[in-house]
C-alpha cells in the first residue's frame, strides 16, 4: 500500500504548502487499497492509452479518456502539470500557483476548496495535494476523477508522483523524460560538490524560527551534498520541523544559512544579523547567508533542481572561501 505523507511542515506562516493527508477519500472508479505505487494502463486500452488507471494517495483511480480540462489545486503540480507538456490540458488552477506565469491561476483554494467553485470550471480531473473538507469524496459525489497527491518526504516520492500524473494526463513520456532528467542532474550535482567539507548548515522555513532536520523531503536535499544539519540535535524535533530558540542557533553557529522566508517574511542577511546574538554568526560574517525562492524551497516538483542547484553554489562557494 502507497504509504501516507505529510507536508513539508504544515502551515508555517505561509511558507510551506499544507498538504497533510490525514484524510482519503475515493472516487468515482477507485478502490479503497492500492497494491503498489507505480501507474498502470487497464486492460482495455483506448485507442490514445485510455483508459488508464493510477494508484494515486486516494487508491485506485480509472481515468476512461484523456483529460482535457484539468483543474489542479496544488502549486507543486501545476508545476508539473506544464513540465510534462499537459499545460494546454489545464483550465484552471489554484491562487498559490504562480509558475509557470501562464498557468490560468483562478480564486480556487486548495486550502478551503469550494466544491461549486471547481465544478464551475467543468474539470474532468482534479489533482491535489490534500483532501481538506473532504473534497475528493465531494467531487466523488458528482463523478469527477481525484488525485491525490501529497507532499513527497523522499526524492522517490516526487519522481513517483510526476510518473503518476503523466500517465493520468496521457504525458507518460514527457513524465519519464522530466524524471530522468531530475536524477541525472541531481547525481551531477551531488557528484560535484566539496568532499570532506564538514560544513554545518541551518535552514530556516520562519523566522520563529522553525527548522527542517535531515529526514524531511528538503532535508534529504543538502544530504546530496554531504552537509551536517544542526536542527538533528533539537530536542523536540517536532516530526522533523523543530521550532528551534534563538540562542540554539547561535550555538550551533552554523556555517552556511538557508533562509526560505525571503518573499513571505522579508528576511535577508541583515535581517539576520539584526537578530539578538546573531551579527557574529560565522555564516553572517563570512557572507554565507543564502538567500532562496521560498516558492522553490517549498515545493517538490521539478523545480527541486533549482533548489539543489542553488545549494550546490553555495557550498562551493563556502568550501573553497
Known amino acids: 500500500m502507497r504509504p501516507v505523507r505529510t507536508a513539508f511542515a504544515g502551515a508555517l506562516l505561509g511558507t510551506v504548502i499544507l498538504a497533510g493527508c490525514g484524510q482519503t477519500g475515493t472516487t468515482s472508479g477507485t478502490s479503497a487499497a492500492p497494491t503498489s505505487a507505480a501507474p498502470s494502463a487497464s486492460s482495455a486500452s483506448g485507442s490514445a492509452g485510455f483508459p488508464v488507471t493510477v494508484e494515486a494517495g486516494n487508491g485506485k483511480v480509472t481515468i476512461a479518456k484523456k483529460p482535457e480540462r484539468i483543474v489542479s489545486l496544488s502549486a507543486t503540480h501545476t508545476e508539473t502539470l506544464f513540465a510534462i507538456g499537459a499545460g494546454p490540458q489545464v483550465v484552471a488552477v489554484d491562487d498559490q500557483s504562480n509558475y509557470p506565469a501562464e498557468a490560468p491561476k483562478t480564486d480556487l483554494s486548495g486550502f478551503k476548496p469550494n466544491v461549486e467553485a471547481i465544478v464551475a470550471k467543468q474539470p474532468d480531473l482534479v489533482i491535489l495535494s490534500n483532501d481538506q473538507d ?62 570532506d567539507a564538514k560544513l554545518t548548515y541551518y535552514h530556516e522555513l520562519d523566522q520563529t524560527p522553525y527548522a527542517a532536520t535531515s529526514q524531511t523531503f528538503i532535508g534529504q536535499i543538502y544530504g546530496l551534498f554531504g552537509l551536517t544539519n544542526i536542527a538533528d540535535k533539537a530536542p523536540d524535533a517536532a516530526g522533523g520541523y523543530p521550532k528551534l ?54 515545493r517538490w516538483g521539478p523545480r527541486v533542481v533549482d533548489l539543489a542547484r542553488a545549494i550546490g553554489d553555495a557550498v562551493g562557494k563556502a568550501a573553497t572561501s
Open 134 to 195: 473532504q473534497i475528493i469524496a465531494e467531487l466523488g459525489k458528482v463523478n469527477i476523477p481525484v488525485l491525490l497527491e501529497p507532499a513527497a518526504t523522499k526524492l522517490d516520492e516526487a519522481y513517483e508522483e510526476i510518473a503518476e500524473i503523466g500517465a493520468a494526463t496521457g504525458n507518460q513520456a514527457k513524465a519519464d523524460e522530466v524524471v530522468s532528467g531530475m536524477k541525472t542532474e541531481l547525481d551531477k550535482l551531488a557528484a560535484g560538490a566539496p568532499k
Open 245 to 298: 530558540s534563538a540562542e540554539f542557533v547561535a550555538q550551533a553557529d552554523p556555517d552556511l544559512i538557508f533562509l526560505a522566508d525571503v518573499k513571505c517574511c522579508q528576511q535577508n542577511k541583515d535581517a539576520v544579523a539584526k537578530r539578538p546574538g546573531w551579527k557574529d554568526l560565522s555564516a553572517v560574517k563570512k557572507d554565507r547567508v543564502i538567500e532562496l525562492d521560498d516558492d522553490i524551497a517549498s
